[in-house]
């Protein structure tokens, strides 16, 4: 048997690094402003796979964005 390390997340999600696990809490933090764009008549993406699509690529650029815009 060996030690592992892993990151829990704030709802009790593991994750083997760092940078999985820091996403996933960016998701949990933006989530509801994410849901309510998604539910918006701002948003002309109603099906389910695009709707993923485009939840992936709003938080994708958030966090591009909090790294690189000072």
Not at 12 to 31: C, M, T, V, W, Y
Not at 46 to 60: D, E, M, P, T, Y
């Amino acid at each position: 048997m060996k030690p592992i390390s892993a990151f829990q997340t704030s709802d009790g999600e593991i994750f083997p690094d760092q940078e999985s696990a820091s996403r996933h809490e960016f998701f949990l933090d933006n989530k509801d402003l994410v849901e309510n764009f998604l539910t918006s008549e701002e948003n002309p993406y109603k099906g389910s796979a695009h709707r993923s699509i485009v939840q992936g690529s709003i938080l994708r650029w958030e966090l591009w964005r909090a790294k690189n815009v000072k």
